[in-house]
């Protein structure tokens, strides 16, 4: 599948402290991606260098397959959804018709209207949510093939954060073909409801990476009587490994469960994979999962 962002080895530093670290990624076109991670992961970062606000310390970046910079193919929501306060949503809408080519305003309109919003009030009287909307609005219309998001929803209540994923997703439904969608969140609900692929960052770093049925389909809590990791089956491949007296449960990595009446093999679910991940920064899965060997008996 064609890759719509591209990194290897991408490195970017702030001074002496890394936001991103050998970074390796490759985001599927038409995919919506959720990228995860602990507060100063990089998430904003990447997104940031992805649509050229930023350039690397060292790496490579490609943005359909050239060097960021396309502006008129990425629309970008940044965390703080930043707007003009003195201008009214109608101001913004005739902004984004004069600075963008490819320019709907018919969808703008209908985005604006959809989320009840007074064309003649200043942005700066604008409730958190509807500043939200109008930043997806202004988004949307440009008919991005790329869409950036960094967190536009972590200030949201339920009710709006709702509505704002429900308009995004309509945009990507209705649009032909399929943009492809990065949304950075720590709300893992949302993702889950929404995404197909995943990205986990923690300490600078990719940690784990795929389509979330892959992911899902390959991660497993694995309870057993008490047992060292090297005398699990041949081709699992042990995460994480926590002993009582009895008992061993480790999270593992195989291409499918063994079905053993000594011990519980669970799927893991996106929470607890995703907190793994997170809270393990030792641990990282290959950017581009290959498929695990089937377990050995």
């Known amino acids: 599948m064609t890759a719509i962002v591209e990194t290897r080895a991408l490195h970017k530093r702030y001074g002496r402290r890394p936001a991103l670290t050998d970074c390796t990624l490759s985001v599927p076109a038409g995919s919506v991606v959720g990228l995860v991670g602990p507060n100063g992961a990089g998430k904003s970062t990447l997104l940031q260098l992805a649509c050229g606000l930023l350039t690397p310390t060292s790496?490579?970046?490609?943005?359909?397959?050239?060097?960021?910079?396309?502006?008129?193919?990425?629309?970008f929501v940044a965390q703080d959804t930043p707007l003009y306060p003195t201008f009214t949503v109608s101001d913004h809408l005739r902004m984004g018709a004069r600075l963008n080519p490819r320019w709907d305003a018919a969808l703008a309109e209908r985005r604006v209207r959809q989320a009840g919003l007074d064309p003649a009030q200043k942005a700066g009287r604008l409730s958190g949510g509807q500043r939200a909307q109008l930043a997806l609005a202004l988004a949307v219309a440009k008919r991005p093939e790329?869409?950036?998001?960094?967190?536009?929803?972590?200030?949201?209540?339920?009710?709006a954060r709702r509505a704002f994923l429900q308009g995004l997703m309509e945009f990507v439904a209705e649009s032909e073909p399929q943009p492809t969608v990065v949304l950075s969140s720590h709300l893992l609900s949302d993702l889950e409801r929404i995404c197909d692929h995943l990205v986990v960052l923690a300490d600078s770093r990719v940690r784990a990476e795929g389509g979330i049925d892959d992911l899902l389909a390959t991660h497993f809590r694995l309870t057993t009587a008490r047992r060292d990791a090297d005398t699990l089956p041949a081709g699992m491949r042990v995460l994480h490994a926590e002993h009582t007296g009895r008992q061993s449960t480790?999270?593992?990595?195989?291409?499918?469960?063994?079905?053993?009446?000594?011990?519980?093999?669970e799927p893991l679910g996106l929470e607890d994979l995703v907190l793994h991940y997170m809270s393990d920064p030792s641990e990282s899965a290959p950017a581009d999962p290959r498929p695990v060997p089937e377990p050995q008996r």
């Open 59 to 75: 790496g490579t970046v490609e943005v359909f397959g050239a060097p960021p910079g396309q502006l008129a193919r990425v629309g």
């Open 146 to 159: 790329l869409l950036l998001l960094d967190e536009p929803v972590a200030a949201l209540d339920p009710l």
């Open 250 to 265: 480790f999270t593992v990595r195989a291409a499918a469960p063994v079905d053993d009446p000594s011990w519980v093999m």
